[in-house]
């Protein structure tokens, strides 16, 4: 337990932090510092996030202080009509009227008074209005129709790829899905595609195939879907498993996905079990994401999915947050009362413990697919 001082000090330090006053070798000693201790590193997001709430209720105050200074004005200027109160009436009045903010300033005054301790031990103290972006990638369309004519130029130049399904445009968002069974069933998240019309997936090499929607559960945000294509050629086996139990704090992750057009490696570790505002449904992890980071894989070291990355807080660094992996269970459990799929299985066993790093990534590339459509 840290004392008085040291809570005093690791503050005053993410203050400076997030604000961007310190040089550049105390910066780079302070995400070290997060990096290995897993409440300083949750202490910096929740403070940012805490510190976005106190400015936007300041901007909040002053905007009403000014519509009032407005109104005054106009009201002296005869240019509005206003019943003016006097003596008790005018006392009255202006109670009633600043009594709540007068509440809520001394409120924050406490609060930031006896905060400290809370934001060093709490890891998922509540916030109103929490304020996460979902990490599916909104494309442009009239930049994807020139990307689009340009490969259909250069494959009927090379006499290539002629038997590659062409996708009908506009393509407005593309993600990450991976597989969960070598058939072809993937899992994405359900923001993915829960507003679709068509969707198609590409593979590591620029191969594409078509989907369909098998299952979706916006509550949990995810989605099973299929590729439903002749040219798809089924695998013997996936070489990762995929995780029935949670990761611990501080456990090394390490992610895949289509942020770009060509697949994109992440690395982090598991800042917390639960997500934002203490959502069970999902974990925290330290990782760089981007738009088109929805809906792909978590791994551990064992090469084990432990989830599926999802979203990340706004105006917090370091703050993304993955649905954790008992989830894909639970989705494939509901699939299988349809009989087409009841022989469905998801295996937990993974082949690249011991790998790596390099050959566990090697290993899972062909498995990850971007998933994008209209």
Known sequence: MMNDNNEIMILDSAERYIRGEMNPEERLYFENLRKMNPAIDQLVVEHTLFLQQLNEYGESQQFKSNLHNIHTELSEQGKISSDKLKGKARVVYLWNRYKRVTAIAASI?????ISISMLVNSLTPAIKDPKVQDLVN??????????DVDRKIENVDSKTNISQPLIP???????????????????TNAHVVKNSRNIYVQNNKGDQFRAIVLRLDPTKDVAIIKIDDKNF?????LPYGIKRGSADIAEPIFTMGFPRDE???????????TGFNGDTLSCQISVDANPGNSGGPV?????????????KATGAQGAVFAVQAKYIYKAVE??????LYDNVKVSS????????RVQQAKRIQEFVFMVKGD
């Open 233 to 237: 050629k089924p695998y013997a086996s």
């Open 169 to 187: 445009m506009p393509v407005r968002f593309n993600g990450t899905g991976f597989l969960i069974d070598p058939k072809g069933l993937m899992i």
């Open 349 to 356: 066993k993974t082949l690249l413990n011991g790998l790596d």
């Open 263 to 273: 697949i994109v490696y992440g690395e982090g570790y598991l800042s917390a079990k």
């Open 334 to 339: 509901e699939l299988k009362k349809n009989q």
């Open 109 to 113: 005054a406490g609060i930031t008074a």
């Open 299 to 311: 791994f551990n070291r064992n090469g084990e999915v432990i989830g599926i990355l999802s979203q």
């Open 138 to 147: 909104k494309v442009n369309v009239i930049e994807k129709k020139m990307k």
